[in-house]
Antibody, heavy 119, light 108 residues
Framework: EVQLVESGGGLVQPGRSLKLSCAASGFTFSNYYMAWVRQAPKKGLEWVATISTSGSRTYYPDSVKGRFTISRDNAKSSLYLQMNSLKSEDTATYYC????????????WGQGTLVTVSS | EIVLTQSPTTMAASPGEKVTITCRASSSVSYMHWFQQKSGTSPKPWIYDTSKLASGVPDRFSGSGSGTSYSLTISSMEAEDAATYYCLQRSSYPPTWTFGGGTKLELK
């Protein structure tokens, strides 16, 4: 059974940093593109980052480019999201997701971890 | 970047009623994906590659469309179908992914 378990969320002050983790199991992690998707309270879904199978290619929307970094450790079947210079608008539940290329279908999702950016 | 516009934003349907949710793209695309989300839970993959049902999705659901207009249809509304539905599309290069704004479907 595919499982994605996020951790690392919490309350953080504006301008500070936070690193999220996603532990994957039930599939060969190194074979799949992985992504982070977020959802602000009472709002819709927003794609945040995607990383290729080897980690050599990463993609971001303009809203987080230069502030967020996605990475992976295939030996540990783990995905990460380093978030720097956090803003109040980054407050959201962050989901880890497994993608199916080439269309990038988000076939599996974790339960999410809440990040609150507030002073 | 492709913009996806869903309609309606909210709607209510009675048990047994046919429901259609539309997703319009700002430029022509070759497929659409759909997700279902219930309050307080993670989104669930629902329909992929325009018309393929994800595992466990009841066959009263269907997807169709081409070009700039795609739809998710429920042939006969059931109480468990009340949820928010999102469409998803990828832009070619560099790869970026865009969700529609969501359609909240309620039971009447």
């Amino acid at each position: 059974e595919v499982q994605l378990v996020e951790s690392g969320g919490g309350l953080v002050q504006p301008g500070r940093s936070l690193k999220l983790s996603c532990a994957a199991s039930g599939f060969t992690f190194s074979n799949y593109y992985m992504a982070w998707v977020r959802q602000a309270p009472k709002k819709g879904l927003e794609w945040v980052a995607t990383i290729s199978t080897s980690g050599s290619r990463t993609y971001y929307p303009d809203s987080v480019k230069g502030r967020f970094t996605i990475s992976r450790d295939n030996a540990k079947s783990s995905l990460y999201l380093q978030m720097n210079s956090l803003k109040s608008e980054d407050t959201a539940t962050y989901y880890c997701a497994r993608q199916v290329m080439p269309t990038g279908w988000f076939a599996y999702w974790g339960q999410g971890t809440l990040v609150t950016v507030s002073s | 970047e492709i913009v996806l516009t869903q309609s309606p934003t909210t709607m209510a349907a009675s048990p047994g009623e046919k429901v259609t949710i539309t997703c319009r793209a700002s430029s022509s695309v070759s497929y659409m994906h759909w997700f279902q989300q219930k309050s307080g839970t993670s989104p669930k993959p629902w329909i992929y590659d325009t018309s393929k049902l994800a595992s466990g999705v009841p066959d009263r659901f269907s997807g169709s469309g081409s070009g700039t207009s795609y739809s998710l249809t429920i042939s006969s509304m059931e109480a468990e179908d009340a949820a928010t539905y999102y469409c998803l599309q990828r832009s070619s290069y560099p790869p970026t992914w865009t969700f529609g704004g969501g359609t909240k479907l309620e039971l009447k």
